[in-house]
């Protein structure tokens, strides 16, 4: 069995990583089953630091279809023909889309008019804002695979009411815990964080990607003075450039805020692993909160997996600065929830996956 793994952008090789894995441990016991690992973007791609794919413990990909355009309709146009090309010159029995990316909907187009399997990797989100560019590439990603997995019974419930047949439709679990377990034990602390004499347990990671929050320069100014009113702890922010450039404009500066360029993965784990508390937009991060069981305040209205809002110990503040103000002052009490892990969130899901593909196949 020949599988296709497609990689849109940075942080689907953390849910691809134990996938290929679990191929090479299939493969090894004597099972017919191999990967091609494509990234839509470049080998120059900056976001992909040199460590990467050595941190992940997972080869680097077989190809690059060097589709770098950021206008919509131009990157999907090129995907569409550098990954028809790919299939005609590396046949394959399978390919699988991760996540919501406009690669993942180009290429599960590209697969379905080849009459290629497509398999969905966290099939089932659900914002229910059709204005998310996300919102579309997930909806067409998942009428599109023949093989949905999902991360938890929330995802679920949201194919069961769009009439996807169950049949095709498999709870493995959250494929980044498996990375997060596998990784748990070769993190690595950063430099900066024993020069500034920051203690574990004893600091507010930071993160910020969105755009949304970025523009408005207003709002952006008031979140950080609401987060510096309200604990006395260090802040850890790892942020891009473009993202520390605009805060230095705005003039938003401490004491206690420390910027960070963006981290290596082993690098970002050990700063999530080690945080009091986490304020993130990402829910890849939320996500790792909730397994570790850290208090997190997630920037958004919506959880891409909800589980870590009901069960874990995530709360979603959006652009409330009044809901973050309230909930850094539980958390100033030492009242946060506890939280629990959600169901399947083990570390095995690599191998249900691969144990499920194995069996499609063979069907």
Not at 162 to 178: A, K, S
Not at 250 to 256: M, P, Q, T
Request: net charge negative; glycine share 4%; charged share 20%.
């Amino acid at each position: 069995m020949k599988i296709s793994i497609i990689a849109g952008a940075r942080p689907n090789f953390m849910k691809i990583a134990p996938i290929m894995r679990a191929i090479h441990a299939a493969n090894k016991a004597g099972r017919n089953i191999s990967a091609r690992l494509i990234y839509t973007g470049s080998d120059q791609d900056k976001s992909l630091e040199p460590t990467l794919f050595s941190d992940l413990d997972m080869p680097a990909p077989d190809t690059y279809l060097h589709i770098e355009s950021t206008d919509f309709f131009h990157r999907m146009a090129g995907i569409l023909v550098a990954f028809s090309r790919e299939l005609e010159e590396h046949p394959t029995d399978l390919v699988m889309v991760v996540d919501d990316l406009t690669p993942t909907m180009a290429c599960s187009i590209v697969a379905r008019k080849k009459n290629i399997k497509i398999a969905h990797l966290v099939a089932g989100i659900r914002s229910f804002d059709m204005n998310s560019p996300k919102e579309l590439n997930r909806m067409i990603a998942d009428g599109l695979a023949d093989i949905l997995f999902t991360a938890g019974m929330d995802a679920n419930r949201n194919l069961n009411h769009t009439g996807t047949e169950q049949t095709h439709v498999h709870f493995v679990g959250n494929i980044l815990i498996d990375s997060l377990r596998h990784n748990h034990t070769r993190l690595q602390c950063p430099e900066i964080i024993h020069s500034l004499g920051i203690k574990e347990k004893e600091f507010i990671l930071l993160t910020l990607n969105r755009r949304i929050l970025l523009e408005d320069e207003l709002q952006l100014k008031q979140l950080f003075q609401t987060i510096l009113a309200h604990s006395d702890k260090p802040i850890i922010a790892p942020l891009h450039r473009y993202v520390q450039d605009k805060l230095e404009l705005l003039g938003i500066c401490s004491d206690r805020l420390h910027l960070l360029p963006p981290q290596p993965y082993l690098a970002f784990c050990y700063l999530t692993n080690h945080a009091y508390a986490i304020i993130t937009d990402s829910g890849n991060v939320a996500e790792e909160a909730t397994f570790l069981g850290i208090p997190c305040m997630t920037l958004n209205d919506y959880a891409e997996h909800p589980e870590t809002v009901h069960l874990g110990t995530n709360c979603l503040v959006g652009n409330d600065l009044s809901l973050l103000a309230q909930h850094l002052d539980i958390l100033n009490r030492g009242d946060w929830k506890k939280g629990q892990l959600p169901e399947r969130w083990d570390g095995r899901t690599a191998e249900r996956i691969i144990q499920t593909l194995l069996e499609e196949h063979i069907k």
